[in-house]
């Protein structure tokens, strides 16, 4: 009967640490799901925030490159007018060099 009582403490003794074991078990894998959910939002939030701030470099390119562009065509403007004010000032004088080259004939024998 000692060994009947005995043998009853050692299977539920046994029961008791299967139950603990799986628990265990239960309890790492779920520490393990959730770490690998977190670990996954962590990863798409910094993947949204690198495709924002490449989104935003796009933009800033960009309309940098609009500004430049509209300063290159102002200065291209402004050099155009500068050429046609020059070409109004000397076109007289460059009319009359070339009138007195064509009708200033020397005649040499």
């Not at 074991?21 to 894998?29: D, I, K």
Request: aromatic share 4%; glycine share 2%; charged share 35%.
């Amino acid at each position: 009967s000692k060994a009947g009582v005995s043998i009853d403490k050692l299977l539920q003794a046994e029961k008791d640490a299967a139950e603990r074991v799986t628990r265990a078990r239960n309890e790492r894998a779920a520490m393990l799901k959730t770490a690998h959910l977190d670990a996954a939002k962590e990863i798409k939030a910094y993947k949204q925030a690198r495709e924002d701030d490449i989104t935003k470099y796009k933009q800033e390119v960009r309309s940098g490159m609009g500004e430049y562009e509209k300063t290159l065509a102002l200065k291209t403007a402004q050099e155009i007018r500068d050429l046609e004010a020059q070409c109004a000032v000397n076109s007289a004088a460059v009319v009359d060099m070339l009138l007195k080259a064509v009708t200033d004939v020397r005649y040499t024998e």
